[in-house]
């Protein structure tokens, strides 16, 4: 029989169990410390190999928990670019969500959604994060792929296996929406060192609302995966052109009586626009990086030839004046022969200028007869109304 000698039961024990304690926090701190240096190795390496990153393609099975307690499961693909890009939400798309004739793509300030089946197609200027939410392809993008965002998060945790890291971020409550339980889960493949699962989870009010998105076939590549600066569509789609809200600036504008206003030429020569001449007058206002003003150039310019020894002119406009060099550029390989302006803050106020391109016609009374953010086949027929004896 093994014998165990008796430990003196005050002084030694005292000392030891002091050592365990110190021993132990020492531990401790020095797994935290480890656990954060880790954390922290693996947010920077994703990133890292995002910031190397030009173009990556996937597919994707989203499954949504509502606040309702329904579940409803997408699936599709996506096409995401980076580079540079002057959009607010800092990358190009396309999206489609399968079981739908949409198609949604972002250029570089541009949104459009596509209809394949009608052939139609709309614009969004300067689209927001909403298009991921408001469009069925936008529902197809997972921003995190590309752009691992820890912003506002209070906490992260990491973990691992042999073939992925898991990083767990943790928000703050939204009291005053009552929106709690905050937290993101991704899943890292440590082979790429990218995304392939992305987990968003609240509660509101006790109803849970979880977003998953598993991404697979996911592809990466430096040579762009679809032709952002030649969306082909645009030749021949027909854009449906919103009506204007009755309520806004815009259409106040209807019947107005324009002044006379000068502006400079893009070679800076001041030319005057004279409202009230006997003439009627289309102001085309546009910019460079426009796909839908630039597709409906040629119809511009055959109306142009069409109208003008009928009293027709026609005054294309940009307001992106650092855009002159390459919007002559532009003009010179469409083959267009109307004047060319360069606009200014008053103009753009003038006119409300937030969508384009931006077609007003001015009678030769000098008011404001038609206006259409986007080009309509109406644009013709008003302009024959106008020139009418």
């Not at 190999?49 to 606040?67: E, G, P, W």
Request: with cysteine.
């Amino acid at each position: 029989m093994a014998c165990f000698p008796v430990l003196p039961s005050k002084e030694k024990p005292v000392s030891d169990m002091k050592s365990l304690i110190i021993f132990s926090l020492g531990l401790q701190l020095v797994w935290l410390t480890v656990f954060a240096q880790d954390t922290h190795t693996i947010i920077a390496g994703v990133k890292h190999r995002q910031q190397s990153l030009r173009s990556v393609s996937y597919t994707l099975k989203r499954t949504d928990t509502l606040v309702t307690g329904d579940t409803r499961t997408m699936t599709g693909r996506a096409i995401i670019e980076l580079g540079d890009t002057e959009n607010t939400i800092g990358i190009r798309f396309w999206a489609q969500r399968n079981g739908f004739n949409q198609q949604t793509i972002v250029d570089d300030r541009m949104g459009y959604i596509v209809d394949t089946l009608l052939n139609t197609y709309k614009t969004v200027l300067n689209p927001t994060d909403n298009i991921f939410y408001s469009t069925t392809g936008g529902q197809m993008i997972v921003a995190d792929l590309v752009k691992l965002d820890t912003t506002g998060a209070t906490n992260i945790m990491a973990s691992q296996d042999g073939q992925h890291y898991y990083l767990t971020l943790t928000y703050p409550d939204l009291t005053e929406h009552d929106v709690t339980k905050r937290y993101k889960q991704l899943t890292i493949d440590k082979n790429r060192m990218l995304p392939v699962f992305v987990r968003k989870h609240q509660q509101t009010l006790g109803k849970v609302q979880d977003l998953q998105f598993q991404i697979s076939n996911l592809s990466t590549s430096q040579e762009s995966q679809y032709d952002f600066l030649n969306l082909s569509f645009l030749q021949f789609y027909k854009q449906e052109v919103a009506s204007i809200a009755s309520d806004s600036p815009l259409a106040a504008l209807s019947g107005k009586q324009v002044a006379s206003m000068t502006l400079s030429s893009f070679e800076g020569v001041p030319s005057q626009i004279q409202p009230s001449d006997g003439n009627v007058i289309l102001l085309d206002f546009w910019e460079v990086w426009c796909g839908p003003c630039i597709a409906s150039m040629p119809k511009i310019q055959a109306l142009y030839d069409q109208y003008k020894d009928r009293g027709l002119k026609v005054f294309g406009i940009v307001h992106e004046s650092s855009q002159v060099n390459v919007s002559k550029q532009r003009v010179e390989k469409s083959g267009l022969t109307f004047p060319m302006l360069v606009g200014n803050e008053t103009s753009r106020k003038y006119f409300h200028v937030s969508a384009i391109p931006l077609y007003v016609l001015i009678g030769r009374d000098g008011r404001i007869r038609y206006l259409s953010e986007g080009f309509s086949d109406r644009l013709q027929v008003e302009i024959q109304l106008a020139l009418a004896p």
